[in-house]
């Protein structure tokens, strides 16, 4: 099946300082991907639609300031969490939509944690 | 608008035994239904997904899943499991307009003892 990375898996930074989260499509090639946020023992929540080529539409209450997306390729999607705090602590889920099979397929995730 | 609702977060299950995993929505318009697994600080992996046609959707792994569409239900099962279904489950819907927007519940953790 396809595959999608993640790097890096784990990352612990200082508060106030800036993470870059990417997203790989291994083997396909993906017009959109999604990113998530998942917080402990709750579901995920969809952060943000990146397209290849144009700017990321946002949710609702999502900081675009804060989690700033780029979708420079057909196979690399990258989300820099800017100016970090604790807060920001969670676990950072991507997925890519493979056209060819109307699916998404997901990233094994990021575990960030801010001091 | 959708939202998924998972009504168990936890279900314990003896090897063997069969299981279902029960997911309700509400929707004001036509959706897809999917149902991903979760393995400990892994990714999530789909399972199967109902798009239309038959109401009895079978996935990986020997688990399948029914859509009621009157009962906006869409209950996964499987008639027997084992040590290696332990995981978390999540119920997913989008809606029909092409966004692939999913809308996911909290999840539900299976977890099969021996």
């Given at each position: ?67 700033l997306i780029n979708h420079a390729s057909l196979t690399l999607s990258t989300l820099t969490v800017t100016s970090a705090h604790p807060e920001d602590s969670s676990f950072y889920i991507c997925s890519a939509r493979d056209s060819s099979t109307d699916t998404q397929y997901f990233g094994p995730g990021t575990r960030?944690?801010?001091? | ?114």
């Amino acid at each position: 099946g396809a595959v999608v990375s993640q790097h890096p898996s784990r990352v612990i930074c200082k508060s106030g300082t800036s993470v870059k989260i990417e997203c790989r499509s291994l083997d396909f090639q993906a017009t959109t991907m999604f990113w998530y946020r998942q917080f402990p023992k709750q579901s995920l929540m969809l952060m943000a639609t990146s397209n290849e080529g144009s700017k990321a539409t946002y949710e609702q209450g999502v900081e675009k300031d804060k989690f700033l997306i780029n979708h420079a390729s057909l196979t690399l999607s990258t989300l820099t969490v800017t100016s970090a705090h604790p807060e920001d602590s969670s676990f950072y889920i991507c997925s890519a939509r493979d056209s060819s099979t109307d699916t998404q397929y997901f990233g094994p995730g990021t575990r960030l944690t801010v001091l | 608008a959708q939202s998924v609702t998972q009504l168990d977060s936890q279900v314990p299950v003896f090897e063997e035994a069969p299981v279902e995993l029960r997911c309700n929505y509400s929707s004001s318009v036509s959706v897809y239904l999917f149902w991903y697994v979760q393995y400990p600080n892994q990714g999530l992996q789909l399972l199967l997904k109902y798009l239309s046609g038959s109401t009895l959707v079978k996935g990986i792994n020997g688990f399948e899943a029914e859509f009621n569409k009157s009962q906006t239900s869409f209950h996964l099962r499987k008639p027997s499991v084992h040590i290696s279904d332990t995981a978390e489950y999540f119920c997913a819907v989008s809606d029909r307009s092409g966004s692939e927007k999913l809308v996911f519940g909290k999840g539900t953790k299976l977890t099969v003892n021996p």
